[in-house]
């Protein structure tokens, strides 16, 4: 089963990706992280998330290796450093990315999140590697609406493609006004630490809701992430195993009597809450 989300000008990508947030720290599982990658693009998780912040390029040196002669079959995204996302920096930022990663371009490339350099300067740099062929889409990470707002005023910022964002079952401050700003928009949110990097509780609503589709907690908050319109799910996974869980979780579908369960214990905001990070 696929699952697809359509970025703005029409492309679909995956709504379930792989992200490597964590990878390549630990020579000891780098033979397992990488059978991993490779399984979950066997199984249509295709949109591979990474960052230069992530081992500082250790993870994208082991995406390259990873996913060596299948370039074409990817939707690469990375992540520049806010320090780096000056006009000049950002464009060596990416050049050195593409190196790391074996590449010659990446699909998407975004802000990891806000820092001292204006927003106009970051766009311009991204505006000129989009022109250059070096990334065929940008976007941001970690913006609340208010910045999502400054960044729509300033020249070309209208082009941003997403908003990567910590988004959750037990984290859904992003419902009240972030993720209903960016669906007006048709601008689809990434979620990131979709089972909050596993401490997702295991017990409760979710336990059994679990227990009547013969799945894990974690499945089903994954499939009820996946459930929302406009999401991109990028857990990730670090053993084969654990990729097939997750790939399950695309299978599940939760009736409203489940969805009525999960609001309960984990109840959608009623107001305003400032944009969480992990």
Known sequence: ???TVTL??????????QGTWQIAENAARRAQEIEALRLGVELGMTLIDTAEMYGEGAAEELVAEALAGQRERLFLVSKVYPHNASRRGVVEACERSLKRLKTDR????????RGSVPLEETVIGFEELRRAGKV???GVSNFDTDDMDELFEVPDGPNCATNQVLYNVTRR?????????????????????????????????LQKVAEKHGASAFQIALAWLL???GVIAIPKASSPEHVRDNCRALEIRLDPEDLAAIDAEFPPPKRKRPLEMI
């Open 227 to 229: 459930q929302k319109p």
């Open 106 to 113: 990446l699909d998407l490339y975004l802000l990891h999140w």
């Open 173 to 205: 401050g992003p419902e009240y006004d972030l993720l209903p700003w960016m669906t007006e928009r048709g601008m689809p949110l990434m979620a990131y630490s979709p089972i909050e990097q596993g401490r997702i509780p295991r017990r409760g609503a």
């Open 8 to 17: 703005p000008k029409g492309e679909a990508v995956p709504a379930l990706g």
């Open 136 to 138: 065929r889409r940008w």
């Open 1 to 3: 089963m696929s699952l």
